[in-house]
Structure formats: C-alpha cells, structure tokens
Nanobody
Framework: QVQLVESGGGSVQAGGSLRLSCAAS????????MAWFRQAPGKEREGVAY??????YYADSVKGRFTISRDSAKNMLYLQMNSLKPEDTAMYYC????????????????????WGQGTQVTVSS
C-alpha cells in the first residue's frame, strides 16, 4: 500500500512562490503517472500537473508558472509554484499510481489509486 504525505503549503502574497513536497512510502513505479491536484472550496478537484517517464504535463491555468518534478530514488514528488495568484488558493493533493505513462485521460482523478491528505495553499492579493 502506497502512502503519500504532502508538505510545504502555506500563505503567501500574490506573486510569491511555494514548493510542495510529497513523500511516498511503498512502491510507486516511475512508469505510472503521479500528479498534483487541487480543490478550492465549493469546487471540483482539478488536476494541475502530471509526470511519468521524465515527461511533464500541465493544466493551462498553471502552465509556465508551476513545475512538477520527481525524484524516484527518494520517492519524492515536488511542485514548484511561482507567480502565485489568489485563484491558486486551494488544498493541494498528491496522487500516485495513475495511468501508465500518463496516457489517455490522465487528468481524471478517479484514475489515481493513491492520494495524500493534502496541504493548504493560500494566496492573498
């Protein structure tokens, strides 16, 4: 059973940066998609960044501002968030064991088998 623990959330002003980390215990095969999702109050959980096999994919809303990276040796997943906006405010979740090589409908949250508890990011204007 894979366990995921996120950290690094906090409160920042618009334009600031944060780096989220996700520590994975148990096996997380690098061929399976790992991702960061977020959920704002009253909204659906949405995917923001995905990675597998050294490739990364991003939602249009964060492209150019967020960078996802993975350290397989340390079983860590990261999300570097720059130029943060108030609309980035949400609970951020790490997800693992998604589609093989992030193929197909990799942005669909139901395709990910393992989830962390989330870390809150608040961006003030």
């Amino acid at each position: 059973q894979v366990q995921l623990v996120e950290s690094g959330g906090g409160s920042v002003q618009a334009g600031g940066s944060l780096r989220l980390s996700c520590a994975a215990s148990g096996y997380t095969g690098s061929i399976y998609c790992m991702a960061w999702f977020r959920q704002a109050p009253g909204k659906e959980r949405e995917g923001v960044a995905y990675t597998s096999g050294g490739r990364a994919y991003y939602a249009d809303s964060v492209k150019g501002r967020f960078t996802i990276s993975r350290d397989s040796a340390k079983n860590m997943l990261y999300l570097q968030m720059n130029s943060l906006k108030p609309e980035d405010t949400a609970m951020y979740y790490c997800a693992a064991d998604g589609p093989l090589f992030c193929s197909g409908a990799y942005s669909e949250r139901y395709l990910y088998k393992n989830w962390g508890q989330g870390t809150q990011v608040t961006v003030s204007s």
